[in-house]
């Protein structure tokens, strides 16, 4: 936030609450977020927000594929064919999991310029005397705040286009995010195999893509590779 000085201001002053993030074991509050709530003073009322899709936890599950001692192209050129689990498990191709998450989500994004003068709070030193004059400071917000209508989206879409930024181009195939053909295993198609995904993209070498979901500020990243071998799944975090 920066310093904000206009008496004008006041009218435009955002009521907040807390909402405790962390409570120890004897019910202590060990940390707590604020919201300023733009609900309160009428401010949401004169945004528009669009609505929009998040992905849910099946599209995680999508990600994740069983254990095949081929690729999963070859696995499904093959007619989805028994797999002999009692072999050494070091011979399978396996999915590789990693989180991500954005600290501080919102206050990696900024308001625009024309909108930051319509948030703020008044910020009150409190002496805890009850005798001395409480000195008062105005502020307004620069980046996106809790309680805001617009926060979600505005952070949500900078987001999917700083990832979709990083993830590269996908025919370059040194980019782990790499892949060359999309497979759809959809019911009722010829060797449509139910325990594996219904849209899949496979690499040059046929195996599953690296491939990622995210939801708000927690971004899972899923890659397929054997044990000791190249981890498309950290690496595609990179």
């Known amino acids: 936030m920066v310093l904000y000085l206009d008496s004008a201001f006041t009218d435009l002053l955002i009521p907040r609450f807390t909402v405790p993030k962390v409570v120890g074991e004897d019910g202590t509050i060990l940390d707590v977020r604020c919201v300023w709530d733009c609900k309160v003073n009428g401010h949401n009322a004169t945004l528009w927000t669009p609505e929009f899709m998040l992905p849910t936890a099946l599209d995680a599950e999508d990600q994740v594929v069983k254990w095949l001692s081929m690729s999963v192209g070859e696995y499904l050129q093959q007619g989805s064919p028994v797999m002999e689990y009692t072999q050494e498990p070091s011979i399978f191709i396996k999915t590789k999991q990693g989180d991500i998450d954005v600290v501080q989500h919102f ?96 690499r040059n070498d046929k195996e599953l893509a690296t491939g990622k979901e995210t939801f708000v500020d927690d971004c899972h990243v899923v890659g397929r590779a054997k044990e000791g071998g190249f981890d498309h799944a950290k690496d595609g975090c990179k």
Not at 118 to 143: H, K, M
Not at 168 to 197: A, E, R, V
């Open 107 to 202: 206050n990696n994004f900024r308001c625009h310029l024309i909108d930051q003068h319509t948030l703020g709070v008044r910020y009150i030193y409190n002496n805890n005397d009850g005798i001395s004059e409480e000195r008062e400071a105005w502020f307004q917000f620069n980046c996106l705040q809790f309680g805001n209508r617009r926060s979600p989206y505005k952070a949500v879409q900078g987001e999917s286009r700083i990832i979709e930024f990083c993830k590269g181009d996908p025919k370059d195939s040194k980019n782990k995010f790499q892949f060359s053909t999309c497979h759809l295993n959809l019911p009722c198609s010829m060797n449509y195999d139910p325990s594996m995904p219904q849209v899949m993209l496979l």
